[in-house]
């Protein structure tokens, strides 16, 4: 009579648990990703608004004109600068962890404001030495306040919230069938 035994490689019945941890982004409206949309307006708004007294647009403002007030060209405009500033602004404020973005674009943007009120100072001054707070239009200050408020936006939360879960697994050890010789072979 053969006697049962259990296998050498046989491991214990037992329970295995497995768990997964999974992260995704969920959007979500914050503070960040709407200020810097109004920002993105602003910058846009002012494309289409006078900056200086006159209805000088900034598309007849050369872009030259930012570093030197006695430019005589012509093309490219100010456009040149401020369609892109507002692309990076728009993209910063519907992509998550994007407030880099904001800033660099409003950063810029405030970059080209303050170069235009400085150059048209000097022009002014040159010329008939009035104010240049009374040659400035609409254009000019809503391009600043848009800057300023996409500035603000990059240290804000985007509202992009990263979602978290977890998921378990649990699975019950069988022995394994393993062979063992009990010294018959047939």
Do not use: C, K
Request: hydrophobic residues 50%; charged residues 15%; glycine residues 12%.
């Amino acid at each position: 009579m053969a006697v049962a035994r259990e296998p050498i490689n046989s491991a214990p019945v037992g329970r295995r648990e497995r768990r997964m941890d999974r992260a995704s982004w969920v959007p979500t409206v914050g503070p960040g990703m709407v200020l810097g949309a109004l920002g993105t307006i602003g910058v846009v708004v002012s494309m289409f608004l006078p900056w200086r007294n006159g209805g000088v647009h900034p598309s007849d403002v050369p872009f030259a004109f930012l570093f030197d007030s006695t430019t005589t060209a012509r093309n490219p405009s100010l456009l040149i600068a401020l369609i892109p500033l507002a692309v990076i602004l728009a993209v910063g404020s519907v992509m998550p962890r994007a407030s880099g973005a904001r800033i660099i674009g409003a950063l810029g943007a405030l970059a080209v404001v303050v170069l235009f009120a400085v150059q048209l100072h000097y022009a002014i001054d040159r010329f008939n030495g009035g104010s240049v707070w009374d040659a400035l239009d609409t254009g000019f200050y809503v391009a600043g306040i848009a800057g300023l408020v996409g500035l603000v936006s990059g240290f804000m939360p985007s509202g992009w919230a990263r979602r978290r879960w977890t998921e378990s697994e649990t699975a019950v050890d069988e022995p394994r069938a393993a062979a063992y010789d009990d010294g018959r072979r047939g």
